[in-house]
């Protein structure tokens, strides 16, 4: 196992880097533990936040070659790679702007002399994955620097560049050594880390099966761990919904980052029949005009899937729901070209015993249902064991909202994919995992709220 760049929209190696051996890893969280007890926790909140605002600008200032790194590692479209550096710099910022106000002593409503205290609790190890190589570490990292804890950062193992570019930033942003630590190791090194009761947190993003692994390691150490997993998403189309912008957020939802997202739609439901028949050829006529090619032409609108493998497994996602009873309506196959690259896909007829109907494809596929009335789309967008995004779609807003409160997930929202920010809150309920990232509740996760009580002196 090594950490190694395949440029997707080839397919040609292009970098490796080796494992770093059980001794440098042991190091590793030495001198983060060491950092954190003699140094870093003991910085004022003020000097911590202005490293990570300087990791910001230097963000912003080497904004072109921040860039370059996605789309060379796992074939993002260039532009959304400036997207992904612009939002990890507004990220960085959020945290070195609010820091003060988040972390301030609270006074107890109605409990005199009772104040609620912030403090850091230690080395927090945080495993992210590769579709958003810079912002899924921005998640962690800039609300629990400022917070006082350090951070050992296991990348996923095909975007090393990135891994090692966002580490230079606090670097050079003037952290010392032990506040930010890439690491390239393995499975069972992470492992280890979460059994040393140095590690005091655990933060991972990635897929049903790794939070499980890793939740259960954590609790076995009664640690603290955050899980961000998989979802299903729907996007639920009201009768009062105007199919033309429906259809044209759904394509845009699907397709983003070549439909390799957490919180992309892959799950369309349209309340009507009729209603239905329209919008699926609305969707269609739309993925037609989806151009899928190089991440570096400004055209392109879909670009490579990340890996060989992945791309393998959705196609043999795909052929199982049609072997299983689904019709493939639009797409379905890799395209004849260099690199790893699919072409749109819809799929329709899913029965409950499909296996498409509770799997996450991750990728451009999207699923497609119509019900008869709300109360089918309702259940239905809620018979997913996942739960973390849900969307949509009516003129009357009141009414979405009332909906919206009966959908089964961590975020819904009406009229519109998805849209991050840093003030909102990110995270889901059910297999989709717990905890919550960015915003506030982000920078809370792993803090410890010291209870201090004054009484008179006798």
Request: proline fraction near 5%; include cysteine.
């Amino acid at each position: 196992m090594s950490f190694r760049t395949i440029n997707p929209a080839t397919g040609n190696f292009v970098k490796e880097f080796p494992l770093q051996s059980d001794g440098q890893v042991s190091a590793a969280l030495s001198t983060a533990d060491k950092r954190y007890r003699d140094d870093w926790k003991h910085r004022s909140v003020a000097e911590r936040a202005a490293i990570v605002g300087r990791a910001a600008e230097i963000l912003r200032e080497k904004r072109d070659e921040y860039a370059t790194y996605p789309t060379l590692e796992m074939g993002k479209v260039a532009r959304f790679s400036y997207m992904e550096v612009d939002l990890v710099a507004d990220i960085l910022d959020f945290y070195a702007q609010r820091a003060e106000q988040f972390l301030a002593p609270q006074q107890v409503p109605g409990e005199p002399g009772a104040t609620l205290v912030s403090e850091p609790i230690g080395v927090i190890l945080a495993i992210e994955p590769w579709n958003f190589p810079y912002y899924q570490l921005a998640r962690v990292a800039a609300p629990q620097l400022i917070a006082g804890n350090v951070v050992l950062m296991k990348h996923a193992e095909n975007v090393p560049q990135c891994a090692l570019a966002f580490a230079r930033l606090f670097e050079e942003a003037g952290a010392p050594e032990g506040v930010y630590t890439n690491l390239f190791c393995s499975i069972d090194q992470v492992g280890a880390l979460i059994d040393d009761f140095r590690v005091r947190g655990v933060a991972l993003t990635g897929s049903e099966r790794a939070g499980a692994s890793v939740g259960e390691r954590a609790g076995r150490n009664l640690k603290k761990v955050i899980l961000e997993l998989g979802g299903s998403d729907p996007a639920l189309i009201l009768e009062g919904a105007s199919l033309e912008h429906a259809a044209e957020q759904c394509v845009m939802g699907r397709t983003f980052n070549s439909g390799q997202g957490c919180v992309n739609i892959k799950r369309v439901i349209v309340v009507g029949k009729e209603r239905g028949e329209t919008m699926l050829a609305k969707l269609k006529e739309r993925f037609a005009t989806v151009k899928v090619g190089d991440p570096l032409d400004e055209a392109t609108v879909l670009g490579p899937l990340v890996s060989e493998q992945a791309l393998n497994g959705l196609v043999r996602q795909i052929e199982a729901a049609q072997a299983a009873g689904a019709q493939i309506v639009f797409g379905g196959k890799r395209v004849d070209r260099p690199g790893f690259y699919l072409e749109p896909t819809i799929i329709t007829d899913i029965a409950e015993d499909n296996p498409l109907y509770q799997q996450e494809a991750f990728g451009p596929v999207l699923s497609f249902y119509v019900v008869g009335s709300e109360e089918e789309a309702i259940e239905l967008a809620n018979s997913s064991k996942y739960g973390l995004g849900a969307f949509i779609f009516d003129e009357d807003v009141e009414h979405a909202e009332q909906v919206a409160s009966r959908i089964e997930s961590g975020m819904v929202y009406i009229n519109s994919c998805f849209v991050d920010s840093p003030g909102l809150p990110f995270g889901g309920v059910k297999n989709s995992g717990f905890g919550r990232e960015l915003s506030e509740l982000g920078m809370g996760e792993f803090l410890n709220r010291k209870l201090v009580r004054v009484a008179g002196a006798a």
